[in-house]
């Protein structure tokens, strides 16, 4: 049999420059034209069309002209931007995306975007190639047609200004660590087993000069982590858990960040099983261990002056004959006892045992993601992370950077008197909170193993599948967190 690639080498590289010449000067097989909603374009003989009605610059409605007058490229897309006053990068970035869906579409291959005066600063670069990046990729691996469609290369045409390149190079590393992300969240269960999570990241840090560290069965045994080694019995899969570290060359501080994220392969919901309809979908259920993984790619390649390790416990979560019980009680690498109220809560059990092992680790600061709870998905829809932290300045730097990277998240609470929802009469703390509340007393489980470090919990569950089709994203993993992630440790300040 044929070996299938890793998800690494499976990456389509799409080129990414910028050039200072005119706009009318760039040769590309198409270039953007950005068009705004009360703003009549005259240019390319669009007169018309606008006069008409046809042309009104709405977010994401695009118009090709052939041949168009007075310019070099062969075509010209004329890609809506909205309200002039409600554009930023954020909405740069989907327009970029969206109008790269169009263009691969059609088998355009050399594609350019001109910036408009005044939106030409850094940000605007690095969004503008992040959204083509992103939405260049295909989930398509699979599929054994021969009609895959994708772009060569992404020209952003902008006037010289310092840092330019840099916002290239960080859009492109940004693009592309996200799709290493959306593209191993994309692979199934089948072929993505813990293992096969820990051959993807060792070859990832080989490739970026990370260390990679593996703990197995015997030495998570050896530190007492009954949690994480409780959901992993199930499986015929062995788990692991991954580590991978960044350090600095000279640090800025003495801040330690320990990104932890749950990388279930594959979640039945183990005896406490779920119902089939769906079920497919809990592939993605190692979303939150794969943003990290792109997290770490990018970091080793921005080097920020700050310690990074990230913390992927990988389990499969299954049935099988000698899956745990509900009832069972376990006890946690930190001490605490557990009573397994649910087979299906497993992601905070995995994690417990990740959080104390990261701060026994040495890290100062934690960040968690994990696709935790459908109750997120009832309280935010998939519009916003939600996020909880037990410490107000960790809350508001991760919130800073999401706001920056245009990755929505929304502040949840997290007060001492949710944790009488996790009473047990058998052990410390019950996996499970009830009926009400769910994402909330998800977090406070966790928060129990954050203990005193300063730590932020992402609930991913909402936003890190996209059920639809986007224009400018296609179906499947949208490789959320990763830019606030990277955007933190690249701001940290001490
Ligand atoms: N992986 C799921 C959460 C999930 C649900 C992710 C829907 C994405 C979409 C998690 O392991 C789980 O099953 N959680 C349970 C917890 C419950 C048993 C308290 C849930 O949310 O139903
Ligand atoms: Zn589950
Ligand atoms: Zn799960």
Redesign the pocket.
């Known amino acids: 049999m044929r070996a299938t690639p890793s998800v690494r080498d499976n990456q389509v590289v799409m080129q990414t420059t910028i050039e200072s010449k005119p706009f009318e000067q760039i040769e590309a097989d198409a270039l953007i034209v950005l068009v705004f909603e009360g703003k009549r374009e005259g240019r390319f003989r669009a007169g018309e069309l606008f006069d008409a009605g046809e042309l009104t610059g709405k977010v994401q409605e695009f118009t090709l002209l052939h041949h168009p007058e007075g310019v070099a490229a062969a075509r010209v897309l004329l890609a809506g931007a909205g309200k002039p006053e409600k554009f930023d990068s954020a909405e740069l970035r989907r327009v970029a995306g969206g109008a790269v869906r169009y263009l691969k579409a059609k088998s355009v291959k050399r594609i350019a975007l001109a910036l408009d005066p005044g939106q030409t600063g850094a940000e605007y670069v690095s969004a503008a190639i992040e959204g083509a990046i992103l939405g260049n990729y295909e989930p398509d691996r699979y599929k054994t047609g021969d009609d895959k469609k994708a772009a060569d290369s992404f020209v952003v045409v902008a006037p010289v200004a310092p840092g330019l390149e840099a916002a290239v190079r960080r859009g492109q590393v940004l693009g592309e660590a996200q799709n290493f992300t959306r593209s191993l969240v994309n692979e199934p269960g089948n072929r993505l087993t813990p293992l096969k999570v820990v051959e993807a990241a060792r070859q990832m840090a080989s490739e970026f000069h990370l260390e990679c560290e593996v703990l197995e069965t015997a030495q998570m045994e050896a530190l007492g982590m009954g949690a994480l080694l409780g959901v992993a019995q199930g499986s015929a899969e062995p788990p692991a858990l991954i580590v991978v570290r960044y350090r600095p060359e000279t640090p800025g501080g003495a801040t330690h960040l320990g990104l932890v994220g749950k990388g279930?392969t594959f979640?039945t919901?183990g005896i406490?099983i779920?119902p089939a309809d769906g079920m497919e979908?809990?592939k993605?259920?190692m979303a939150g261990g794969a943003a990290m993984l792109g997290a770490m790619q990018a970091i080793a390649q921005l080097r920020p002056p700050i310690a990074v390790t990230a913390f992927i416990p990988c389990v499969e979560?299954m049935p099988g004959s000698r899956a745990q019980r509900p009832g069972d009680i376990v006890t946690a690498m930190s001490g605490k006892s557990i009573e397994v109220i649910?087979t299906?809560?497993?992601?905070r059990l995995i994690l417990a045992d990740a959080l104390t092992y990261a701060r026994r680790q040495g890290c100062t600061h934690l960040v968690d993601a994990a696709?935790?709870?459908?109750?997120i998905?009832v309280a935010l829809a998939h519009l916003n992370v939600g996020l909880f932290a037990n410490d107000d300045g960790m809350r508001d730097r991760v919130l800073a950077a999401a706001k920056s990277e245009g990755e929505r998240m929304w502040a949840m609470p997290l007060e001492d008197d949710y944790k009488e929802y996790l009473k047990s009469a058998f052990a410390d703390l019950a996996n499970?909170?009830g009926r009400w509340g769910?994402a909330i007393t998800?977090a406070i489980f966790l928060k129990e193993f954050a203990e005193d470090t300063p730590w932020v919990h992402l609930d991913i569950?909402?936003t890190a599948?996209i059920d639809e089709v986007k224009p400018y994203l296609a179906k499947g993993p949208s490789g959320v967190p990763v830019r606030t992630l990277v955007r933190l440790a690249m701001d940290w300040k001490d």
């Not at 299906?344 to 992601?347: L, N, S, V």
């Not at 696709?371 to 109750?375: D, F, M, P, V, Y």
């Open positions: 279930v979640d919901g406490s779920k979908k809990m993605y259920d979560n649910n299906d809560a497993e992601g696709t935790l709870t459908g109750a998905v499970v909170g769910g998800a569950a909402g599948w």
